[in-house]
């Protein structure tokens, strides 16, 4: 990755033309400030980046299923040892 500063993308434009060949990092105070790249390599990115949250709330769905599930069990034991204790009673 590149490194160039803000004031020098705004006076030499054509910098932008290396984003196609490798990411370029804009500096601002000598502080990284953004990232330029080629826009297919951020559509690949973006698609990634949807799938993998798309397979995290898969996964917190099951997880949420599995401790409803969970709770229920505990819940059916609970009331089944209460209704053996009364009976007794």
């Known amino acids: 990755m590149h490194t160039i500063s803000a004031t020098e ?17 804009i500096t601002k105070r000598d502080k990284p400030f953004v ?15 949807n799938k993998w949250n798309n397979n995290k709330e ?6 949420a299923k599995r401790i409803k599930k969970s709770a229920f069990t505990e819940h059916a034991l609970l009331d089944a040892t209460l209704s053996d204790g009364l009976d007794d009673v």
Do not use: H, P
């Open 9 to 25: 993308i705004k006076q030499n434009s054509t910098r932008l033309q290396e984003a196609l060949r490798d990411d370029i990092l």
């Open 58 to 63: 898969s996964d917190l769905a099951k997880e």
């Open 35 to 49: 990232v330029v790249m080629d826009y297919e390599k951020y559509i690949k990115l973006k698609t990634i980046e």
